[in-house]
């Protein structure tokens, strides 16, 4: 055994490690970008059948064995088909450095953001205001309707207005942009909460524990604005706070603890 591993290091070379490490990366950032969407279930059901394949030739069940192996001749192409949307994610994100992101995607989604939560706090007009991070909203997105929409304070505003049939549900950002309206949040089960609470505050709530999402939250009762971040809430945030907020959470990491600490303590 130790002749054999002996040999094996031998025959290892420099750039099979940075190979190995290479592949495992991307293994791990693709794991990352599927998490918590569809994604993860269709990858599932490749999966399952790669193995029904494999168990069919082992107990030569030929016309099965044959109709998977048709099938499966074609994986690049159905990988391609079934995780297009995936893919492109990704290529853009691999494009993109974290300060060209902070830059380029949010900072000018996060004005809009301040500026319309200021509005419709001014005129008590409830709102709720959801940002992907790091994990994947997929299953909240697909309860919502889809848009795909330049952030702005003149669309957040008309989404959120009593008269608007998606004023009721959620707005999911993703990328800098608004992905859908009227998106269903699960509710906070946590039963230490307030009960002067409503609805939009636990789902404001229950989106943060599930995910590390930030929610931002206006009360149509008293027009105070609200952040929920890691299950916890802080509320009556000034706009300016607000704003710093989004820039420390969605591109300058490097401030981000210290203004955790001052608001979510």
Do not use: C
């Not at 998106?183 to 995910?211: F, K």
């Amino acid at each position: 055994m130790k002749a054999l591993l002996k040999q094996y290091l031998d025959l290892l070379r420099w750039q099979d490690i940075v190979d190995i490490l290479i592949v495992a990366y991307l293994f791990y950032r693709i794991l990352l970008l599927i998490r918590g969407t569809r994604a993860v279930q269709m990858a599932a059901g490749l999966a399952f059948l790669v193995m029904i394949y494999f168990i069919a030739g082992q107990l030569q069940l030929l016309t099965l064995h044959w109709l998977l192996g048709t099938f499966l001749s074609s994986i690049f192409l159905v990988v391609i088909i079934v995780f297009q949307d995936d893919i492109r994610r990704a290529l853009i994100q691999m494009g993109q450095t974290p300060f060209i992101k902070a830059r380029t995607i949010y900072s000018q989604a996060i004005e809009e953001i301040v500026k319309a939560v200021k509005a419709l706090a001014e005129k008590k007009i409830g709102a709720l205001i959801v940002i992907e991070r790091t994990t994947g909203l997929g299953e909240f997105i697909e309860s919502g309707t889809p848009l795909d929409a330049k952030v702005s304070r003149d669309l957040l505003y008309a989404i959120f207005h009593p008269e608007s049939p998606l004023h009721d549900g959620a707005v999911i950002i993703r990328n800098g942009r608004i992905a859908v309206a009227g998106a269903i949040l699960p509710l906070s089960t946590n039963p230490h909460i307030s009960r002067r609470l409503g609805t939009r505050h636990r789902a404001a709530l229950g989106i943060s524990e599930v995910s590390d999402a930030v929610a931002i939250v206006v009360s149509a009762e008293t027009g105070t604005i609200s952040v929920a971040l890691g299950g916890k809430i802080n509320r009556d945030i000034d706009p300016d706070t607000l704003r710093q907020l989004l820039l420390n959470l969605l591109g300058f990491e490097e401030n981000q603890r210290w203004w955790r600490r001052r608001i979510f303590k």
